[in-house]
């Protein structure tokens, strides 16, 4: 996306301005300390919507109402108007087109124009770059993320104190949400993905979550039904047997509780005798007798397992006691002489030795003693657990017996087959009222639905491919990284350069990875030249990476304040005391940033803008008339910014 800067406005409260013009490209502002120059890059971060006031204190601050900036983007001039803190900080944008001259401004500009709130027209501005991501939230229970301009400014300014630092390399980055959302922003800064993604992921969320949602629901059902088929089963066993009819055994929770609301009414033509109740009685008992013998066979394996592990406790309690007195007098000598005669005695030896095989045999049977005593505490409470479920059944069996028993074949109230049925309909009834709310609502289709939207979403971000696109993007930074390096002021034992950034894995780092030695992180590397070189091999390389995206929002607009810092801390480059190799490195760097922009617009068709500020007036360089080419403003012998 083209975009620059193409004027710094700052307007006096009686009208008067100061005029800073910008152009594509190289922008240099050289001069001395104290005019102005490092103000300027704080002047546009307090027009990009700052939150704090971080111009300096002194002269600007005490001319300027206004401060102002005219920025170009794509195919027109947006005029963006800040006031002074002191006036209210409140903001004005307005829209002109491409061949409008912002120097011809003038304070009666603004008479009309309506200022607001920054955070209003720092939305306009997004809009304007095309920055639409207005949710980033995963969770559809999140307050809602956007990406934001004051993100963006990381990518865009090299302060005087971060351009040379080992220790940082973004602007904001001290904080660590700021930090934390300027690289989960990445990904649309660069164009790879946008609100698309986001909205199809937070469906996706949204609808993984009811997923879980509705498994456990199909596990409460599960349960459910288990309860109901275990309960209603016997009921309409009773009701078919009295109707002399058998009901079909593999009948499901649902389908029973559907039998239950129709059932076949009683006919006393058609049903007679008690067969089948004799023999659902009979085959009850038959049940319970099997029952009550796995109950004994359970108790009778209990009883053994638990003597055994009685016994095996004796048993390594006594050998326990047994160590403990052979560990109490240990064989210390390996040799005995009779103190009466003089002679070896070999008996007393071959004893020891025959005691310290014991006591070894002794320790190895105590440790499989004590395991195999541990395995039997497991044992018995599985059997435990496996007869509380056998005296369950038990019950259940013997409540259906004296049910039989006291209803269908003894019963003095219920006499005729008829009112006997009419009570086993009644009682299923009963509890197919009670237990049908929910069990029909099943949620194994809903289940198979989601699913299928899960993996329709799941396949449209796949096409995103973003952890390949950052991997690609990576791999550019540090391929573009290496390639500048040939001609930016790495020490020799660097050399050859393996600049590499983590882009992929989020941290931000930036190392030199040393054939057949540990990565070398830029806090661990000697001498400012490498760091301010490491600042600025990564900087255009994010500049290029925007700028080869044309669905990148960024502005291609990047600031770098006194590059040349650590070269020439006073600022003079003519001093005659300057070390030459200083003077060959700074000229090196700024042909190296004159020709990368050079290939930027070469590659692209668009022509970033970097706005330089610094000491240096090049006449010493040999690169000077390409220096001087690029240089806008030259504040010195009184000439400053205010």
Not at 22 to 33: D, M, Q, R
Not at 235 to 250: F, S
């Amino acid at each position: 996306m083209k975009s620059y800067i193409s004027a710094i406005i700052l307007f006096c409260q009686n009208g008067e301005k100061r005029i800073v013009s910008l152009e594509p490209g190289v922008n240099i502002i050289t001069g001395e300390s104290k005019t102005g120059k490092s103000a300027l890059l704080e002047v546009i971060d307090y027009c990009l919507c700052s939150t704090r006031y971080t111009v300096p204190k002194g002269k600007i601050t005490d001319f300027t109402h206004l401060y102002t900036i005219a920025m170009f983007i794509r195919d027109h001039i947006i005029i963006i108007a800040r006031q002074s803190w002191h006036d209210g900080g409140k903001m004005c944008i307005s829209r002109e087109n491409a061949d409008f001259d912002a120097t011809t401004l003038g304070l009666n500009y603004f008479t009309d124009k309506q200022f607001c709130n920054y955070k209003e027209i720092q939305w306009e501005i997004e809009c304007e770059l095309g920055l639409f991501i207005s949710n980033m939230v995963t969770d559809e229970n999140q307050s809602g993320k956007r990406a934001s301009l004051r993100n963006m400014v990381s990518y865009m300014f090299q302060h005087q104190n971060l351009m040379a630092s080992k220790f940082a390399l973004f602007y904001r980055f001290s904080d660590y949400y700021k930090r934390k959302d300027a690289i989960d922003q990445f990904p649309v800064f660069a164009g790879m993905i946008g609100q698309e993604y986001y909205s199809t992921l937070i469906e996706l969320n949204a609808l993984e979550a009811q997923l879980r949602r509705k498994e456990r629901q199909q596990k409460v059902n599960i349960k459910s039904t288990a309860y109901v088929k275990k309960s209603l089963s016997p009921l309409l066993c009773d009701y078919y047997a009295l109707l002399g009819m058998k009901l079909e055994p593999t009948l499901t929770a649902q389908k029973m509780l559907r039998l239950s609301k129709e059932l076949p009414e009683f006919d006393d033509a058609q049903f007679f005798g008690e067969a089948e109740i004799v023999s659902r009685y009979n085959n009850l008992h038959v049940q319970l007798e099997s029952l009550r013998d796995e109950e004994r066979d359970i108790r009778l394996r209990i009883d053994r397992v638990s003597s055994t592990s009685e016994v095996g406790g004796k048993f390594t309690s006594m050998l326990r006691q047994v160590k403990q007195q052979t560990d109490s007098a240990p064989v210390e000598v390996s040799q005995y002489i009779c103190p009466l005669c003089g002679h070896d005695c070999a008996e007393i030896a071959e004893a020891d030795n025959e005691l310290s095989a014991a006591t070894e045999w002794l320790a190895a049977e105590l440790q499989i003693t004590e395991k195999y005593t541990m395995d039997f505490s497991e044992d018995v409470r599985k059997l435990n657990d496996g007869l509380r479920k056998i005296e369950e059944e038990i019950k259940d069996t013997l409540r259906e017996i004296n049910i039989l028993e006291k209803k269908f074949m003894t019963s003095k109230e219920l006499v005729s087959k008829r009112e006997k049925a009419n009570y086993a309909k009644a009682r299923i009834m009963l509890y197919a009222e009670m237990s049908d709310t929910g069990i029909f609502e099943t949620v194994d289709e809903d289940i198979e639905n989601l699913k299928n939207e899960i993996g329709k979403l799941k396949e449209r971000l796949a096409g995103y491919d973003l952890p390949n696109q950052l991997s690609k993007a990576q791999t550019f930074l540090s391929n573009n990284m290496n390639r500048l390096s040939h001609t930016l002021d790495f020490e020799k034992e660097y050399r050859p350069i393996n600049l590499n950034f983590g882009l992929f894995d989020q941290t931000f780092d930036l190392y030199h990875h040393q054939k057949g030695r540990e990565k070398i992180y830029l806090y661990e590397m000697g001498s400012g030249a490498n760091w301010v070189s490491c600042h600025i091999a990564l900087f255009l390389s994010f500049l290029r990476l925007f700028a080869t995206n044309k669905k990148s929002p960024m502005p291609l607009f990047l600031f770098f304040d006194q590059p040349s810092q650590v070269y020439f801390p006073r600022g003079d480059e003519r001093t005659n005391e300057l070390p030459h190799t200083d003077i060959v490195a700074v000229g090196k760097m700024y042909k190296t940033i004159f020709d990368e922009i050079g290939s930027i617009e070469k590659d692209t068709g668009i022509l970033p803008q970097i706005l330089i500020v610094d000491h240096v007036d090049g006449h010493a360089l040999e690169i000077r008339d390409e220096f001087l080419k690029h240089t806008r403003y030259n504040w010195t012998n009184g000439m400053a910014l205010i």
